[in-house]
C-alpha cells in the first residue's frame, strides 16, 4: 500500500491523531559569573535530581534537563516546557545563569565540569559512578554539550485504526504489530533524520575552549575565541560532538531491523569486555571508575539519533521492559537547543517533528542493510558539517542525490502525511520547508549571519541570550500558585530520596551484581 493510500485510508480516523502523546527533555548548563559552568551543588531549590521528574541533571551537576510530562497537543507541550523553564530560571542562584545553547559556555579543562551527584543511596552511586565511567572514557568535555530529545506515541485508537488497515485479519499480538511499527519508524528515523538535522541545527560554531584537547580537526577560525564551519549546520551531532566511534571500531552496532535484534546488539556490547575498558579498571584506590570494562556500561550508553523506549520501567531494567511490555514511545535525540527561542524549541518545530514522525511511521521501512547503514552515518556526519553547502550530494541505496532535492522530496510527504493531523501542522510544515530552498532560513545560517554583522563570537553572541533570557524570567509576574505543582514535587522528591536512601539493605558491591544480573 502506497503512502498516499494510507493518508487516504487513515483519513476518517486523523482525530485519533491529536491524542498521540508528546514530551520534551531539554538540557542547558548552569553558568558561573565569569561564562564558565557553574561549579556549585544542583540547587537546592530545585529538589532532588535523583527523584524529582520534571528537574534533575544529565552528565554534569551544572548540566540541567527539564523534562515535560507527556502530554497531548503541541501547545500545552510547549506551556508546560516553559512554566518549568520559568521555574527553573526563577530558582538559578542570582550568580548563575541558564546557557541557551547546545556546545558549552567557557570550559576551564575537563576538571571544571563536576560529574553530577545523586546522593548516597546505591541508585544515587550507580548514576555517579557511571558519569565518571563515560568522564574516564570519552572526556567530560564531550558531556558537557547540551540537546533536546522529542519523545512521541501514538494513541491506542490510531493503533487500532492502522492494524485495521494494515493487517486486520493477523493474529499478531496487538502490542507486537505496535513495536514493529514503532521499530520501522526507528529506522526511517535514521534513514532520514539528516533532514533534522538540516531543517535545525543550531550549532555551527564553538568555542575554542570546547577544542582544547582536540589535536587535529578541521574547524576555521571565525574570530580569536571561536571555531566553526562556513557550512555546518550542527558540530554537537558532527565528529566533534555525540558518536559511537569507540563502539563502531568494535564492531558493534544497535541493530534495528527488529526488537529483538535492538536488543541482542545492545545485550551484547554490554556483556562483551574491551581493552581500553579493561585499562581504566573498575577500581582504582577502592573508588569505581566505572560500572563495568564492558563496551557499553549499560544501553543508555550507546549514542544515537533515535531511541525506541518502553512505557514504564518502574523496577525492571530498559532492556527488559522493552522486552517483555514492547515498545511504549520513540526518543528523537538529535535536536539543537536553538538560542534564538527563549525555551530552545517552539510550537512550530514540535508540530513539524510530530508530522515527520508520522511520515516515518507511514513510509515503508525495509530492513538496513550494512551498505546503507555506512551511508546513514556519512550522510549524517556530511549534513552535520557542511548541509548548506550548495550542490552537496548525499548518498541514498548507492545513488547520489543533491541534498535539495532529495530533502524536497521527503518534504513533500511530510507535507502530505500533515493532512492528517490540524492546520496549524500543515502551515509548519510548509513555513519550514522553505529552509530546505533557502539555507540563509536555517537556524544554524541566522546564528552565523548575525554574528558577523555584530562581530561577535560564539560566546559572545550565545551570552546575550543568556543574560536576556534571565532578566525577561526574572521580569514576568507569577500568579498565586503558578508553581504549586513545582514546589510540591520538590518536597516529594527530597522525601523519596530520604526513603531510598534509608531502604538500602545491600552494600554497593553487590548492588551492582544484582543490577546486572537481572539485566539478562
Same mark, same amino acid.
Given at each position: 500500500m502506497s503512502l498516499q493510500d494510507k493518508i487516504n485510508s487513515l483519513y476518517p480516523f486523523k482525530d485519533s491523531l491529536s491524542r498521540n502523546l508528546i514530551g520534551i527533555e531539554k538540557e542547558g548548563l548552569r553558568v558561573a559569573k565569569?561564562? *564558565?559552568?557553574?561549579? *556549585?551543588?544542583?540547587?537546592? @531549590?530545585? &529538589? @532532588?535530581?535523583?527523584?524529582?521528574?520534571?528537574?534533575? *541533571?544529565?552528565?554534569?551537576?551544572?548540566? /540541567?534537563?527539564?523534562?515535560? =510530562?507527556?502530554?497531548?497537543?503541541?501547545?500545552?507541550?510547549?506551556?508546560?516546557?516553559? =512554566?518549568?523553564?520559568?521555574?527553573?530560571?526563577?530558582?538559578?542562584?542570582?550568580?548563575?545563569?541558564?546557557?541557551?545553547?547546545?556546545?558549552?559556555?567557557?570550559?576551564?579543562? =575537563?576538571?571544571n565540569i563536576p560529574i553530577a551527584y545523586y546522593g548516597e543511596s546505591n541508585l544515587g552511586k550507580m548514576k555517579t559512578v557511571y558519569r565518571r565511567g563515560l568522564s574516564n572514557r570519552y572526556g567530560s568535555v564531550m558531556q558537557?554539550?547540551? &540537546?533536546?530529545?522529542?519523545?512521541?506515541?501514538?494513541?491506542?485508537?490510531?493503533?487500532?485504526?492502522?492494524?485495521?488497515?494494515?493487517?486486520?485479519?493477523?493474529?499478531?499480538?496487538?502490542?507486537?504489530?505496535? @513495536?514493529h511499527h514503532y521499530m520501522g519508524l526507528t529506522r526511517n528515523v535514521l534513514r532520514f533524520g539528516w533532514l533534522i538535522t538540516y531543517l535545525f541545527g543550531a550549532s555551527a560554531t564553538v568555542c575554542k575552549s570546547f577544542m582544547q584537547d582536540y589535536h587535529e580537526h578541521n574547524l576555521e577560525e571565525f574570530d580569536d575565541n571561536t571555531l566553526y564551519l562556513p557550512y555546518a549546520t550542527s558540530l554537537r551531532m558532527g565528529d566533534i560532538g555525540y558518536q559511537n566511534s569507540q563502539e563502531d571500531k568494535k564492531g558493534v552496532k544497535a541493530n534495528y531491523n527488529s526488537l529483538r535484534h535492538y536488543i541482542y546488539s545492545l545485550r551484547a556490547a554490554m556483556q562483551t569486555s574491551c581493552d581500553d575498558c579493561e585499562t581504566i579498571g573498575v577500581k582504582k584506590d577502592g573508588e569505581y571508575q566505572q560500572l563495568n570494562t564492558n563496551i557499553l556500561q549499560i544501553a543508555n550508553e550507546y549514542y544515537s539519533s533515535v531511541r525506541p523506549k518502553p512505557s514504564i520501567n518502574g523496577s525492571d531494567r530498559p532492556l527488559n521492559a522493552l522486552l517483555n511490555e514492547g515498545v511504549g514511545y520513540v526518543e528523537l535525540r538529535s535536536l539543537d537547543v536553538n538560542p534564538l527561542m527563549k525555551e530552545g524549541i517552539d510550537e512550530e518545530q514540535v508540530q513539524f517533528l510530530e508530522a515527520f514522525m508520522l511520515f516515518c511511521?507511514?513510509?515503508?521501512?525495509?530492513?538496513? @542493510?550494512?551498505?546503507?547503514?555506512?551511508?546513514?552515518? /556519512?550522510?549524517?556526519?556530511? /549534513?552535520?558539517?557542511? &548541509?548548506?553547502?550548495?550542490?552537496?550530494?548525499?548518498?541514498?541505496?548507492?545513488?547520489?542525490?543533491?541534498?535539495?532535492?532529495? &530533502?524536497?522530496?521527503?518534504?513533500?510527504?511530510?507535507?502530505?502525511?500533515?493532512?492528517?493531523?490540524?492546520?496549524?501542522h500543515q502551515k509548519s510544515v510548509k513555513n519550514i520547508s522553505k529552509r530546505i530552498f533557502d539555507p540563509d532560513l536555517t537556524p544554524s545560517a541566522q546564528m552565523l549571519n548575525q554574528m558577523k554583522d555584530e562581530e561577535k563570537g560564539f560566546f559572545e553572541y550565545t551570552d546575550q541570550f543568556s543574560r536576556k533570557n534571565k532578566e525577561l524570567f526574572n521580569e514576568m509576574s507569577i500568579s498565586d500558585g503558578y508553581f504549586e505543582d513545582l514546589d510540591y514535587q520538590k518536597t516529594l522528591s527530597v522525601k523519596r530520596q530520604i526513603e531510598i536512601e534509608s531502604s538500602d539493605t545491600l552494600s554497593f558491591d553487590d548492588f551492582l551484581v544484582d543490577y546486572f544480573s537481572s539485566d539478562t
Open positions: 565569569d561564562g *564558565t559552568i557553574a561549579q *556549585t551543588p544542583h540547587p537546592e @531549590s530545585f &529538589g @532532588s535530581a535523583l527523584t524529582h521528574p520534571e528537574i534533575t *541533571t544529565d552528565f554534569s551537576e551544572a548540566l /540541567v534537563e527539564i523534562v515535560t =510530562k507527556p502530554t497531548q497537543g503541541s501547545h500545552n507541550v510547549i506551556d508546560e516546557l516553559a =512554566k518549568i523553564h520559568h521555574y527553573v530560571q526563577h530558582h538559578l542562584p542570582n550568580s548563575e545563569r541558564f546557557w541557551p545553547a547546545s556546545m558549552p559556555c567557557i570550559l576551564r579543562g =575537563k576538571t558537557a554539550i547540551a &540537546g533536546i530529545h522529542f519523545n512521541y506515541s501514538f494513541s491506542k485508537d490510531f493503533w487500532n485504526a492502522y492494524r485495521e488497515l494494515i493487517a486486520p485479519l493477523s493474529k499478531v499480538d496487538s502490542q507486537k504489530f505496535i @513495536s511511521l507511514l513510509e515503508d521501512s525495509p530492513a538496513v @542493510s550494512t551498505s546503507e547503514l555506512n551511508e546513514i552515518d /556519512v550522510n549524517a556526519n556530511l /549534513v552535520a558539517h557542511r &548541509g548548506r553547502e550548495p550542490e552537496l550530494s548525499l548518498s541514498h541505496n548507492g545513488e547520489d542525490l543533491t541534498l535539495l532535492n532529495w &530533502g524536497q522530496s521527503i518534504l513533500d510527504k511530510v507535507n502530505d502525511c500533515s493532512v492528517l493531523m490540524s492546520d496549524d
